[in-house]
């Protein structure tokens, strides 16, 4: 019985550092940005730069984030240059979304510059996490 009781506590203990190191991850670079002079964030700032389109001047098309998430971030989008399946990016069905402070630096920058043409400001960066979090 002793035994059983440890082996659950590790287990526990494992579940909760998981969580909350899952949990902190968007939080952390969030304060990295405040760090750098940007916040408080603002999800509805987050929205209406998730939803706006950029003029494309070599292709001549509108682009927003949505080209490639889609329009419902519950649902699978479709990459606009190779067609490649995007998972959702909603945290309410895709649990692995924003847990990894790496991976949304590169894909914040890459994507910033790809869709607004220039990269994004730690302000909207940090209001893009905001919006994306709550979804
Ligand atoms: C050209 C297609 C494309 C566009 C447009 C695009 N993205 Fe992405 N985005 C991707 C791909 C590909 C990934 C990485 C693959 C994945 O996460 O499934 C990604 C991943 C991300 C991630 C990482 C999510 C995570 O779990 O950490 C964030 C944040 C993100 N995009 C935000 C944005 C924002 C903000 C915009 C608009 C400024 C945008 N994306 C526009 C293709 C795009």
């Known amino acids: 019985m002793k035994k059983f009781f440890l082996m659950m506590t590790t287990v ?11 949990a902190g ?8 940005y405040q760090v750098q002079g940007a916040g408080p964030f603002s999800a509805a700032a987050g929205e209406t730069m998730w939803q706006k389109e950029y003029l ?13 998430h889609g329009k419902d971030l519950t649902r699978s989008g479709k990459h606009a240059r190779t067609g490649k399946v995007i998972e959702p990016l909603a945290r309410s069905v895709n ?13 914040l920058k890459r994507n910033c ?6 990269e994004c400001s730690a ?8 919006y994306l979090k709550g979804q």
């Not at 526990?12 to 899952?22: D, E, K, Q």
């Open 95 to 107: 649990s692995e979304r924003l847990t990894e402070v790496k991976f949304m630096k590169k894909w």
């Open 56 to 68: 494309d001047e070599k292709s001549g098309k509108q682009r927003s984030c949505q080209t490639c």
């Open 123 to 130: 302000q909207e960066k940090g209001d893009f996490l905001e």
């Open 12 to 22: 526990v203990c494992g579940l909760i550092i998981n969580l909350s190191a899952n």
């Open 25 to 32: 991850s968007v939080e952390s670079l969030q304060s990295d």
């Open 113 to 118: 510059k790809w869709t607004v043409g220039r």
